[in-house]
């Protein structure tokens, strides 16, 4: 299945929907830096998210040291943006507070 | 408390005992790339070390894109390596094939 890549219109209207996202420099990928309170509420974030994962078949890629994770998301059969970014980091947002 | 950061004997002693590590090129930590069949085995082997973590109050820094797990270990509050690094590559070790 191919999937499709997000137009430039798509994917300025999922970055201003999120503002704690913000386009990788090479245009391909977004990305977030989160915070947490430490360690352990990092690793449930993270717990949540590989369950969503696994599911969809759409994984991050993520780097975590104590109480931060940084996410980064794109799609590479699409050779860049798709809607299961949009997705999966619309899903990441429902678990972030405020 | 303080924690004692390795001897450079005890470091290699470490490294000659586990080959799938090496150290870091500034010589305070030591790393290794983890392959798995997917990510659900890649992210079931985080669960096994993150539960090890929390109880350790020692954290890895690591890194994960679908199958693969690219693995810091580093003691802040030594400057360097120390025993606790030594202890957590030992049980990562554990939970790899071969």
Known sequence: ????????????????????????????????????????????????????ADKADHHPEWFNVYSTVHMTLTTHDAGGLSQRDADMARFVETLLPG
Chains 1, 2 share one sequence.
């Open 1 to 52: 299945m191919t999937i499709s890549r997000l137009t430039a219109d798509q994917r300025d209207a999922i970055l201003a929907e999120l503002p704690r996202w913000r386009l990788r420099s090479d245009g391909l990928a977004i990305e977030a830096e989160l915070k947490f309170a430490d360690f352990n509420e990092a690793f449930g974030f993270m717990t949540r998210v590989a369950l969503y």
